[in-house]
């Protein structure tokens, strides 16, 4: 295994893998972040920030860097990143692993209803409930902000760009997050329905515990398309492929 790792990060997968290599093969490990969080958890081996200027900014900077292998380990609703990684590992001719955790099933208990995009949650939600717990993330709440005070609990990492209606209680907090937490916090705001993503992992997977428990619907946003190309779940497996290449 020769030659820098470029890891397309941003979730604690992108976290365990450049651990590994840093254990491994110390040097190789190269974390890129998107740049959205004042203060990301720090991360193993080198990092850099901030966006490539799309898929041909990216295939410059593969080639520039000598990059010699690229893990996209992005959140699996960043979208437009994965394609142009796809996009910019043909371009520079290097080899591309997706590293994508499974997204999440349903349990008995479980009142699931998903949904396409977050519009469409915001739609779904304001039918099912009058106090709505939003976990989507700070850059699409619109949709919720106009349903006014039916919307009474919002929890990002970041405050919102726009301001939120009175009314709303914003929770400024990162995971991963505990289910005892999780039931209280839900209580305490007689939370009836629970709107996600699918992200999948452990670390947000709380919520969806504590609501199973306390039979409140849950409504989540399904993943958009990503692009056919090698994918493994595990930041192991993205390890393994990693010592498989010349
Ligand atoms: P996106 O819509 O797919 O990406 C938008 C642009 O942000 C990309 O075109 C790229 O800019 C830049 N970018 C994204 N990820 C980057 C990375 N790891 N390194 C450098 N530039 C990156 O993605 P997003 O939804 O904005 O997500 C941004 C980051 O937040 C990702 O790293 C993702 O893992 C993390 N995240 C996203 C979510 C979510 O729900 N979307 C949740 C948790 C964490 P250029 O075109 O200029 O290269």
Redesign the pocket.
């Known amino acids: 295994m020769t030659g820098t790792v470029l890891i397309?990060?941003?979730?604690a997968d992108a976290v365990a893998l450049a651990r590994l290599l840093e254990a491994c093969a110390p040097g190789r490990a190269l974390s890129?972040?998107?740049g959205?969080t004042s203060s990301p958890r720090l991360l193993p081996g080198r990092t850099r920030v901030?966006?490539?200027?799309?898929a041909g900014?990216?295939a410059d900077y593969l080639t520039i860097e000598a990059i010699s292998a690229v893990v996209d380990a992005?959140?699996p609703?960043?979208?437009?990143?994965?394609r142009?990684a796809v996009d910019a590992c043909a371009r520079a001719n290097v080899p591309l692993l997706a590293l994508v955790r499974p997204a999440w099933a349903p349990l008995a208990g479980d009142r699931w209803s998903r949904v396409p995009d977050v519009a469409a949650a915001a739609s779904r939600a304001a039918e099912l409930g009058r106090r709505i717990f939003v976990t989507i993330?700070s850059r699409e709440l619109a949709p919720f902000a106009a349903l006014g005070d039916r919307c009474r609990l919002v929890r990002a990492i970041e405050p919102p760009l726009e301001p939120l209606p009175p009314g709303v209680t914003l929770v400024l907090a990162r995971g991963p997050f505990a289910e005892a937490d999780e039931r209280a916090l839900m209580q305490r705001y007689r939370i009836d329905v629970v709107v996600t993503?699918d992200?999948g992992g452990d670390a947000t997977v709380a919520k969806l515990i504590a609501a199973r428990a306390l039979g409140i619907r849950v409504v989540i946003v399904d993943r958009p398309v990503r692009p056919a190309v090698a994918t493994t779940a595990t930041p192991q497996g993205a390890f393994a492929w990693l010592e498989s290449l010349a």
Not at 8 to 11: P, V
Request: glycine share 30%; hydrophobic share 35%.
């Open positions: 397309l990060g941003g979730t890129s972040l998107a959205r901030g966006g490539f200027g799309g900014g990216l992005t959140h609703f960043a979208a437009r990143m994965s142009n993330g993503k992200s």
